[in-house]
T-cell receptor
């Protein structure tokens, strides 16, 4: 079974609109971390936002917020007021266990296209 | 945020040659670094965990004699693709966790390897 599932291969949104990128995860660990990364065409992986499994509040970073629903095991990324520069591939990732030095498991990604 | 560099950013080599890729943490010491491989439009797949001063831990299906990893210091890990073949052509990305930066892992800009 996949550990991280991103069901949207591609999403299209107009500038200034909000968009939600879906992510569900599967783990039996009580302690884990969830991440979102942006990968533009240049290939670099840009860290966007992090949510710890014990964090009670949803993480927010500027225009990015993470809609964390623990019981449903979902960690959707919400981008408010989309910009043309947001066009990129977006990856949801998970770090299982309590050791912060553990590798990340990535979903298949969602390609976001923002149009004017 | 913390900075991780990779060198070279792009390399083209002939089949049968070996290629070394360097991953450096520029402003922090990383006891653990990770090497990922990414095919076009696909997700990042963990290849191995590089531990400073000890042998790397390889993921299932990754040939350790093919992909040599050396973590010689707290700021440098190298991945050597030995006797490269066209099927080794891929995007290779390293990451490292900044111990003083919480749970976030920072990625290098990636190395695009093309084997002719």
């Amino acid at each position: 079974a996949q550990k991280i599932t991103q069901t949207q291969p591609g999403m299209f949104v107009q500038e200034k609109e909000a968009v939600t990128l879906d992510c569900t995860y599967d783990t039996s660990d009580q302690s884990y971390g969830l991440f979102w990364y942006k990968q533009p065409s240049s290939g670099e992986m840009i860290f966007l936002i992090y949510q710890g499994s014990y964090d009670e509040q949803n993480a927010t970073e500027g225009r990015y917020s993470l809609n964390f629903q623990k019981a449903r095991k979902s960690a959707n990324l919400v981008i408010s007021a989309s910009q043309l520069g947001d066009s990129a591939m977006y990856f949801c990732a998970m770090r299982e266990g309590h050791q912060a030095g553990t590798a990340l498991i990535f979903g298949k990604g969602t390609t976001l296209s923002v149009s004017s | 945020g913390a900075v991780v560099s990779q060198h070279p950013s792009r390399v083209i080599c002939k089949s049968g040659t070996s290629v070394k890729i360097e991953c450096r943490s520029l402003d922090f010491q990383a006891t653990t670094m990770f090497w990922y491989r990414q095919f076009p439009k696909k997700s990042l797949m963990l290849m191995a965990t590089s531990n400073e001063g000890s042998k790397a831990t390889y993921e299932q299906g990754v040939e350790k004699d093919k992909f040599l990893i050396n973590h010689a210091s707290l700021t440098l890990s190298t991945l050597t693709v030995t006797s490269a073949h066209p099927e080794d052509s891929s995007f290779y990305i390293c990451s490292a966790r900044d111990p003083g930066g919480g749970d976030t892992q920072y990625f290098g800009p990636g190395t695009r390897l093309t084997v002719l």
